[in-house]
């Protein structure tokens, strides 16, 4: 059973426009949310994270949203660039079963910025 | 400077053989863990540990074995018994302890193909 869901495997967007990536999850045990940008044949890198107290952080172009009434976030990246061509991983953790926060992993989105 | 080294990035191995992953950090991180990536899936861990001497199986354990004799090195064999080896492998290290928001820092990655 996925707790993390990223429903759309690819997006493509023109450069300069807003690119939206969406991530939904179960667990309301969950308390920090993060996401993860990745290149082919790389390791992933971090990208910008939310804590569930809050409901919006921003770190110039991307910003992260989180409703955790309907547990959904998302990640804008506004002006898009060909460079954020890549997979976008949302990831969240939580204090739940007795485990000091464990990363689960969406199955990622690729997002595809044409110039 | 730090980081997380991978090795070797490129292996291939015959059918009935163990393979060893190597991954070292200097870091300094206390936990540590191990990632598979097939095409379509996502990240799903492996094994993780938290401490030198102590590791815990994740989701797809079966097939690997690891050891975690100091905190810089935690090597993943994956042995004969894994049906399907090839994979990209990705190590990570991560912060515990109170600050800890589940954030990873990954390593370049493994690509590991069965012939």
């Known amino acids: 059973d996925q707790q993390v869901k990223q429903n759309s495997p690819s997006l493509s967007v023109q450069e300069g426009r807003i690119s939206i990536l969406n991530c939904d999850y179960t667990?309301?045990?969950?308390?920090?949310f993060l996401w993860y940008k990745k290149y082919p044949a790389e390791g992933p890198t971090f990208l910008i994270s939310?804590?569930?107290?809050?409901d919006k952080n921003e770190d110039g172009r991307f910003t992260v949203f989180l409703n955790k009434s309907a547990k959904h976030l998302s990640l804008h990246i506004v002006p898009s660039q060909p460079g954020d061509s890549a997979v976008y991983f949302c990831?969240?953790?939580?204090?739940?079963?007795?485990?000091?926060?464990?990363?689960?992993f969406g199955k990622g989105t690729k997002l595809s910025v044409k110039p | 400077d730090g980081g997380i080294t991978q090795s070797p990035k490129y292996l291939f191995r015959k059918e009935g053989q163990n393979v060893t992953l190597s991954c070292e950090q200097n870091?300094?991180?206390?936990?540590m863990y191990w990632y598979r990536q097939d095409p379509g899936q996502g990240l799903r861990l492996i094994y993780y540990?938290?401490?030198?001497?102590?590791?815990q199986k994740g989701d797809i354990a079966e097939g690997y074995s690891v050891s975690r004799e100091k905190k810089e090195s935690f090597p993943l064999t994956v042995t004969s018994a894994q049906k399907n080896p090839t994979a990209f492998y990705l190590c990570?290290?991560?912060?515990?302890?109170?600050?800890?928001?589940?954030?990873?820092?990954f390593g370049e990655g493994s690509r590991l193909t069965v012939l």
């Open positions: 990570a290290s991560s912060i515990q302890g109170r600050l800890n928001t589940g954030e990873l820092f």
């Open positions: 667990n309301s045990m969950f308390d920090y």
């Open positions: 939310i804590s569930s107290i809050k």
């Open positions: 990831a969240a953790s939580g204090r739940y079963g007795g485990s000091q926060g464990n990363l689960i």
């Open positions: 870091l300094n991180h206390d936990a």
């Open positions: 540990s938290q401490i030198v001497n102590d590791f």
